[in-house]
């Protein structure tokens, strides 16, 4: 009886040792959801700061659920609709010396190319994108149809539009990279022409993408430049609005999300920055309409093709001749 439960007990000791070994060789291969077997960080590493562009109702259930899952706690800064994502980048490079933020959570991708080219960010795997929505032409459906709505933005310095246009600051967050890479698309000489054209046509020129959609929506402007996000959400006050389709003068926006370099909490920020990446949890924010779809990949029209690092070399030239344009 002794050899037999002697026996046993190896049998059953062998067979953890092969269940740790197959464990062990599963979470390798990342065929096991690390979330099953990876809780916070102890001590000080049991918060990752986070600065984040994404709009705080999208934000924030997402953030507490990570603290749900990981017991990592993720206090968060956020901007203000105008300047957002701007004003997050120049706070990180002012603070770059000494970082007080773990993970910058972006929505959009220019801003978060630049800090990544002034080494905000840790050296390896240091930002990611995710996601995507889109920049549109929104148009007032009690003042226009589709057939008869412009299709493309070269139309909107045309007479009949003139002070029917709302966009926001140029300058500043979406709105800026989409009028960069168009510049890039178009021409220097034919873009700066188009804008001139269409700040003479005296458009709406307001404080943020949620702000055009209503200006639209009152109609007040039968026309603007916003984000398909922005549309959404106008749509499901009850606004009559509609976004026009994508064209080849559309851009795709998508999150991403970035370490620090020096990050106070490096463990806890991984984490994050893991978490943001996740399928499901870019498929709740598509759900939530923060997003417009998982992967550009999916997108079968042509879209505009940046050229990034031409883009960040012209970035101040640019953003100088869209102060001269349309700040009054």
């Known amino acids: 009886m002794l050899k037999e439960n002697l026996g046993r007990d190896k049998a059953v000791a062998q067979s953890w040792r092969v269940s740790l070994q197959t464990l062990a060789a ?3 291969c990342g065929l096991v959801p690390a979330r099953c077997c990876a809780r916070a960080p102890a001590g000080k590493e049991s918060q990752a700061i986070a600065y984040c562009a994404q709009d705080q109702d999208f934000a924030e259930p997402i953030l507490r659920e990570f603290t749900k899952q990981t017991g990592v ?10 300047v957002k994502s701007v004003g997050l980048a120049n706070r990180l490079l002012a603070e770059r010396p000494h970082p007080r933020c773990d993970v910058f959570w972006g929505n959009e991708e220019l801003r978060t190319r630049q800090m990544a080219a002034q080494d905000v960010f840790r050296a390896t795997n240091g930002w990611a994108a995710f996601g995507y929505r889109s920049r549109r032409i929104v148009i007032n459906t009690n003042r226009l149809s589709l057939a008869s ?3 493309s933005l070269l139309e909107l310095t045309n007479e009949t539009w003139r002070g029917k246009v709302a966009l926001a600051y140029p300058q500043f967050g979406t709105t800026g990279t989409h009028l960069n890479a168009l510049r890039q ?4 000489v034919k873009w700066e022409a188009w804008c001139r054209a269409l700040a003479a046509n005296k458009p709406f020129v307001v404080d943020g993408n949620s702000v ?11 026309i603007g430049l916003t984000d398909s996000d922005d549309i959404a959400a ?3 006050e009850g606004l009559p609005i509609a976004a026009l389709p994508m064209t ?11 370490v620090m370099r020096g990050a106070p909490h490096p463990e806890a920020a991984q984490h994050l920055y893991e978490y ?5 949890v870019v498929r709740q924010l598509v759900a939530a309409q923060a997003l417009e779809g998982v992967s550009s990949n999916e997108v079968s029209v042509t879209t505009l093709k940046v050229n990034w690092d031409a883009l960040l070399r012209d970035l101040e030239s640019t953003t100088a001749t869209l102060n001269r344009i349309f700040l009054r």
């Open 248 to 258: 080849e003068e559309t851009l795709l926006i998508p999150n991403t999300v970035g």
């Open 149 to 151: 709505a412009p299709h």
């Open 276 to 280: 943001l990446q996740r399928p499901e």
């Open 26 to 28: 599963l979470l390798a």
């Open 212 to 222: 055009v959609v209503k200006t639209v929506g009152r109609g007040d402007a039968w």
């Open 234 to 236: 106008g749509q499901t």
């Open 185 to 188: 698309y178009w021409g220097a």
């Open 73 to 82: 706690k993720a206090p968060a800064v956020y901007d203000s609709e105008a």
